[in-house]
C-alpha cells in the first residue's frame, strides 16, 4: 500500500531522512518511532505529499506523491500533532464540511458522513456550536471526523495522543484498532511505548533519519533478547547520551 | 487552479472573517465612524477656537495714547488688560497682543515724521495670529487716515499717490477648490485603506492560518496550492477594497453632513465641492483601487506566509502602509498639472497622481491608459510574487 525506496529529505545542510526505505501492507498498523527530531514527521508529511523528498520515491496505493500528489491525498487521512488544526469561528458541522468539498464530496454525502461521524464520536451534542469554545477533547474528536470524512483507505497519525487526558488518548487507541479491523492501512508515530505494543503489528525505528528497525514486536524481541520496549529502544536510540 | 476549490475557499474564509468581529471593527466600520468623526472635529475644534480667537481680544498697551487707544477701543472684542508681566502673560495666553506705543509718539507725529508702534505677538499661536491680524487692520486704518490729513494739508488726495490697485482674485473652479484639500486627504485615506483593510485578513488568513496549524491540514487535502492561494487573496482583496469603499462613503457623508453639524460657515471655509464625483469618475477611482487592493493584498499575503506567527506577520506588515503613505506625499506638494509622467508608472504613486487630477477636474485619458496598464502590471507580478512565496516547504516546516 505504501512503499518508500532510498527515501531522503535535506533542509538545506541538515539531513531530515536518510535513505529510508520501507514497505507498509494494507490493514496493517505500523508504528514509527524515535526521539524527537529522528524524522519521524518529516517522513510522514513526505507521504502526505506536503514535502518532496529530496531524493528517492514514494507510493501509495500505486500513485507516486511527487507525480499525482492529488490521487495520493484523495486516498489519505491525516492528524499532525497537538495540533487539532480546526478553524476556531466555525462550527465542528462547518470544519468537517469544509474538508469534505475539497475532497469533492457531494453536499448530501458530506451531510451523511458528518452525522455518521458525529453518531461514532459522540459528538452530536456540540456538532453545531463553534470550534472556538471546544475542550481538547471536542477539539480532537472533531479533528479526526474531520479527517475521516471522504472515508480514507490510509491513515497518518502523528502522535495522536500526545497532550491528551486518559479518555481521550484511549478513544484514539481504540480507533486504530477499529481502523485495523475496518482493514484500514494505518501509520502512526508515538513516544509512548505502551499503546506501540498494544496497536502495531510492525514497528520503524527510526535514529537521526535513518531506518534502525523495521520488523514485527515479535522479531524485535528476539533480537534483543529483551521484551522490555522501554530498554530495548534506550539500548537503540539512546547511546548518544 | 481549479475555480471550484477557489470557491470553496472563498466561501469558507469569508464565512469565517464574517463572524470576526475584530477584523469588521477595523475594516470597515471603524473608518465609517471615525473619518466623519475625525474630520468634523478638527473643523470644529478650528472653527469654535477661531471663534474664540476673534470674539474676545484681550492685549496690553503701552505708552497709550487716547489717539492709538481710542482706535483699539473701536473694536469690541479687544479689551485693554494690565498683568504684572506682560510678556509672560502672552506666553501664558493670558493676552494675545502687546502694544507698545513709542513714547515720543506724540511728539513726531505732530512734526509730521514717522512715529513708531510695535505689536508683540506669538505667531505659532492661532489666537494670537488672528489678534495681530485685527489691531494691525486697526492700526493701518489710523495710518490711512493720519495719512490723509496730511495729504489734503498739501492739497494732494490718496488717489493721487496710490497709481496702481493690485488685487489677487481667486479664479479657481469649485472643481480646482474641492482639490485643494481633497487633493491630498482622498488619495491618503483611500489608499491606505486598501492597506488597513486588507491587513487583518491577510495576518489571519496565512501567519494565523500557519499558527494554529490548520494551513497544514488544508495542504494535505486534494486541491492545488494556487487554488487555496486565489482564494484567500480574493477574501484579502475584498476586504482592503470594501474598507476603501467603506472610507469613501464615510467621506461623502461627512462632507454632507458637515454644514448642519458645524453650521455652513465653517463649513464653506473647507470649499468642499462634490463635483468631482461623477459616474465615471467613481467607477475609474474604484477600478484603479481594485487593482491597488489586489497588488497589496498579494505582497501581504507573501509576507505574511514568512512570518512564524501571527504577532511577527503584523510586525512584518506593519510597514505597508508606510508603503501606500509615502506615494501620496510625494504628489502633495505637485499640483496636478505638474505631475512627471513617470510618477504615472510608480506603483502606488500612479494611483495617487490620478485620484489628485481626478479631484481637480482633470481627465487625461493618455494617464488613465498609463495607470490602469502600469497598475495591471504590478498586479500580476505582485501575484507571481506570493505564489512564489506560498509554494516553499518553508511554510509547513516549522523553525
Given at each position: 500500500?505504501?512503499?518508500?525506496?532510498?527515501?531522503?529529505?535535506?533542509?538545506?545542510?541538515?539531513?531530515?531522512?536518510n535513505?529510508?526505505?520501507?514497505?507498509?501492507?494494507?490493514?496493517?498498523?505500523?508504528?514509527?518511532?524515535?526521539?524527537?527530531?529522528?524524522?519521524?514527521?518529516?517522513?510522514?508529511?513526505?507521504?502526505?505529499?506536503?514535502?518532496?523528498?529530496?531524493?528517492?520515491?514514494?507510493?501509495?496505493?500505486?500513485?507516486?506523491?511527487?507525480?499525482?500528489?492529488?490521487?495520493?491525498?484523495?486516498?489519505?487521512?491525516i492528524?499532525?500533532?497537538?495540533?487539532?488544526?480546526?478553524?476556531?469561528?466555525?462550527?465542528?458541522?462547518?470544519?468537517?464540511?469544509?474538508?469534505?468539498?475539497?475532497?469533492?464530496?457531494?453536499?448530501?454525502?458530506?451531510?451523511?458522513?458528518?452525522?455518521?461521524?458525529?453518531?461514532?464520536?459522540?459528538?452530536?451534542?456540540?456538532?453545531?456550536?463553534?470550534?472556538?469554545?471546544?475542550?481538547?477533547?471536542?477539539?480532537?474528536?472533531?479533528?479526526?471526523?474531520?479527517?475521516?470524512?471522504?472515508?480514507?483507505?490510509?491513515?497518518?497519525?502523528?502522535?495522536?495522543?500526545?497532550?491528551?487526558?486518559?479518555?481521550?488518548?484511549?478513544?484514539?487507541?481504540?480507533?486504530?484498532?477499529?481502523?485495523?479491523?475496518?482493514?484500514?492501512?494505518?501509520?502512526?508515530?508515538?513516544?509512548?511505548?505502551?499503546?506501540?505494543?498494544?496497536?502495531c503489528?510492525?514497528?520503524?525505528?527510526?535514529?537521526?533519519?535513518?531506518?534502525?528497525?523495521?520488523?514485527?514486536?515479535?522479531?524485535?524481541?528476539?533480537?534483543?533478547?529483551?521484551?522490555?520496549?522501554?530498554?530495548?529502544?534506550?539500548?537503540?536510540?539512546?547511546?548518544?547520551? | 487552479?481549479?475555480?471550484?476549490?477557489?470557491?470553496i475557499?472563498?466561501?469558507?474564509?469569508?464565512?469565517d472573517?464574517?463572524r470576526?468581529?475584530?477584523?469588521?471593527?477595523?475594516?470597515?466600520?471603524?473608518?465609517?465612524?471615525?473619518?466623519?468623526?475625525?474630520?468634523?472635529?478638527?473643523?470644529?475644534?478650528?472653527?469654535?477656537?477661531?471663534?474664540?480667537?476673534?470674539?474676545?481680544?484681550?492685549?496690553?498697551?503701552?505708552?497709550?495714547?487716547p489717539?492709538?487707544?481710542?482706535?483699539?477701543?473701536?473694536?469690541?472684542?479687544?479689551?485693554?488688560?494690565?498683568?504684572?508681566?506682560?510678556?509672560?502673560?502672552?506666553?501664558?495666553?493670558?493676552?494675545?497682543?502687546?502694544?507698545?506705543?513709542?513714547?515720543?509718539?506724540?511728539?513726531?507725529?505732530?512734526?509730521?515724521?514717522?512715529?513708531?508702534?510695535?505689536?508683540?505677538?506669538?505667531?505659532?499661536?492661532?489666537?494670537?495670529?488672528?489678534?495681530?491680524?485685527?489691531?494691525?487692520?486697526?492700526?493701518?486704518?489710523?495710518?490711512?487716515?493720519?495719512?490723509?490729513?496730511?495729504?489734503?494739508?498739501?492739497?494732494?488726495?490718496?488717489?493721487?499717490?496710490?497709481?496702481?490697485?493690485?488685487?489677487?482674485?481667486?479664479?479657481?473652479?469649485?472643481?480646482?477648490?474641492?482639490g485643494?484639500?481633497?487633493?491630498?486627504?482622498?488619495?491618503?485615506?483611500l489608499?491606505?485603506?486598501?492597506?488597513?483593510?486588507?491587513?487583518?485578513?491577510?495576518?489571519?488568513?496565512?501567519?494565523?492560518?500557519?499558527?494554529?496549524?490548520?494551513?497544514?491540514?488544508?495542504?494535505?487535502?486534494?486541491?492545488?496550492?494556487m487554488?487555496?492561494?486565489?482564494?484567500?487573496?480574493?477574501?484579502?482583496?475584498?476586504?482592503?477594497?470594501?474598507?476603501a469603499?467603506?472610507?469613501?462613503?464615510?467621506?461623502?457623508?461627512?462632507?454632507?453632513?458637515?454644514?448642519?453639524?458645524?453650521?455652513?460657515e465653517?463649513?464653506?471655509?473647507?470649499?468642499?465641492?462634490?463635483?468631482?464625483?461623477?459616474?465615471?469618475?467613481?467607477?475609474?477611482?474604484?477600478?484603479?483601487?481594485?487593482?491597488?487592493?489586489?497588488?497589496?493584498?498579494?505582497?501581504?499575503?507573501?509576507?505574511?506566509?514568512?512570518?512564524?506567527?501571527?504577532?511577527?506577520?503584523?510586525?512584518?506588515?506593519?510597514?505597508?502602509?508606510?508603503?501606500?503613505?509615502?506615494?501620496?506625499?510625494?504628489?502633495?506638494?505637485?499640483?496636478?498639472?505638474?505631475?512627471?509622467?513617470?510618477?504615472?508608472?510608480?506603483?502606488?504613486?500612479?494611483?495617487?497622481?490620478?485620484?489628485?487630477?481626478?479631484?481637480?477636474?482633470?481627465?487625461?485619458?493618455?494617464?488613465i491608459?498609463?495607470?490602469?496598464?502600469?497598475?495591471?502590471?504590478?498586479?500580476?507580478?505582485?501575484?507571481?510574487?506570493?505564489s512564489?512565496?506560498?509554494?516553499?516547504?518553508?511554510?509547513?516546516?516549522?523553525?
Amino acid at each position: 500500500m505504501i512503499r518508500l525506496q532510498n527515501v531522503s529529505k535535506k533542509f538545506k545542510d541538515f539531513t531530515a531522512v536518510n535513505d529510508l526505505s520501507f514497505e507498509v501492507k494494507q490493514g496493517e498498523v505500523m508504528g514509527l518511532l524515535g526521539e524527537n527530531g529522528a524524522g519521524k514527521t518529516t517522513t510522514l508529511r513526505m507521504i502526505a505529499t506536503v514535502l518532496q523528498p529530496t531524493s528517492g520515491t514514494i507510493s501509495l496505493g500505486g500513485h507516486d506523491t511527487v507525480k499525482q500528489p492529488e490521487q495520493v491525498r484523495r486516498q489519505i487521512g491525516i492528524l499532525f500533532g497537538g495540533e487539532t488544526g480546526l478553524y476556531d469561528r466555525l462550527t465542528a458541522r462547518e470544519n468537517i464540511a469544509y474538508f469534505g468539498r475539497l475532497y469533492g464530496l457531494a453536499e448530501d454525502q458530506i451531510r451523511e458522513q458528518t452525522n455518521a461521524l458525529a453518531k461514532r464520536f459522540q459528538m452530536e451534542h456540540f456538532l453545531e456550536k463553534r470550534v472556538g469554545g471546544f475542550s481538547k477533547g471536542m477539539k480532537q474528536k472533531t479533528a479526526i471526523a474531520r479527517s475521516l470524512v471522504h472515508d480514507p483507505q490510509v491513515i497518518l497519525f502523528d502522535e495522536p495522543t500526545s497532550g491528551l487526558d486518559i479518555t481521550a488518548a484511549n478513544m484514539i487507541r481504540q480507533l486504530i484498532q477499529e481502523f485495523r479491523s475496518e482493514g484500514r492501512t494505518v501509520i502512526f508515530s508515538s513516544h509512548i511505548m505502551g499503546e506501540v505494543e498494544r496497536l502495531c503489528d510492525r514497528v520503524l525505528i527510526l535514529h537521526k533519519g535513518e531506518r534502525k528497525f523495521h520488523d514485527t514486536l515479535e522479531a524485535l524481541y528476539r533480537e534483543q533478547e529483551s521484551r522490555d520496549l522501554d530498554e530495548i529502544f534506550m539500548k537503540m536510540v539512546g547511546d548518544v547520551r | 487552479m481549479n475555480m471550484r476549490h477557489t470557491m470553496i475557499v472563498l466561501k469558507k474564509e469569508v464565512t469565517d472573517l464574517l463572524r470576526d468581529r475584530k477584523t469588521w471593527m477595523t475594516s470597515v466600520f471603524l473608518p465609517l465612524l471615525l473619518i466623519p468623526l475625525l474630520m468634523m472635529f478638527i473643523i470644529f475644534m478650528q472653527s469654535s477656537e477661531a471663534e474664540k480667537g476673534r470674539s474676545d481680544i484681550p492685549i496690553v498697551l503701552q505708552g497709550g495714547v487716547p489717539a492709538v487707544a481710542d482706535v483699539l477701543a473701536s473694536e469690541k472684542a479687544i479689551r485693554i488688560v494690565e498683568p504684572a508681566d506682560p510678556e509672560q502673560a502672552l506666553r501664558d495666553g493670558e493676552i494675545r497682543a502687546i502694544v507698545k506705543v513709542a513714547p515720543n509718539y506724540e511728539r513726531r507725529i505732530s512734526e509730521k515724521l514717522t512715529a513708531e508702534i510695535t505689536i508683540g505677538y506669538l505667531p505659532s499661536n492661532q489666537k494670537s495670529s488672528i489678534a495681530y491680524e485685527v489691531i494691525g487692520g486697526l492700526l493701518e486704518g489710523l495710518n490711512k487716515s493720519l495719512m490723509a490729513s496730511r495729504l489734503a494739508e498739501v492739497n494732494v488726495t490718496l488717489e493721487q499717490i496710490t497709481p496702481l490697485a493690485v488685487a489677487p482674485v481667486d479664479l479657481s473652479t469649485d472643481s480646482e477648490k474641492a482639490g485643494t484639500i481633497l487633493g491630498f486627504v482622498v488619495p491618503m485615506l483611500l489608499l491606505m485603506s486598501c492597506v488597513t483593510g486588507a491587513l487583518p485578513a491577510a495576518t489571519d488568513l496565512m501567519a494565523g492560518e500557519k499558527e494554529r496549524g490548520t494551513l497544514e491540514s488544508l495542504l494535505t487535502a486534494p486541491v492545488h496550492a494556487m487554488s487555496v492561494l486565489t482564494g484567500k487573496l480574493i477574501t484579502v482583496s475584498l476586504m482592503g477594497f470594501l474598507s476603501a469603499i467603506s472610507s469613501v462613503v464615510s467621506m461623502l457623508l461627512a462632507f454632507s453632513f458637515l454644514p448642519q453639524v458645524v453650521g455652513a460657515e465653517a463649513a464653506s471655509k473647507l470649499d468642499v465641492n462634490l463635483s468631482f464625483l461623477s459616474a465615471g469618475n467613481i467607477v475609474l477611482i474604484l477600478i484603479v483601487l481594485f487593482f491597488v487592493s489586489i497588488m497589496f493584498s498579494s505582497l501581504m499575503l507573501g509576507v505574511s506566509s514568512l512570518a512564524k506567527s501571527f504577532k511577527e506577520a503584523q510586525a512584518y506588515l506593519t510597514p505597508f502602509v508606510f508603503a501606500a503613505l509615502v506615494p501620496v506625499y510625494g504628489t502633495m506638494m505637485l499640483s496636478p498639472n505638474e505631475i512627471p509622467t513617470s510618477y504615472f508608472f510608480v506603483p502606488v504613486m500612479n494611483a495617487a497622481s490620478m485620484f489628485k487630477e481626478l479631484l481637480y477636474g482633470i481627465v487625461e485619458p493618455v494617464h488613465i491608459a498609463y495607470v490602469l496598464g502600469s497598475s495591471a502590471v504590478f498586479v500580476m507580478i505582485a501575484v507571481v510574487v506570493a505564489s512564489r512565496l506560498f509554494r516553499r516547504e518553508s511554510l509547513i516546516v516549522k523553525g
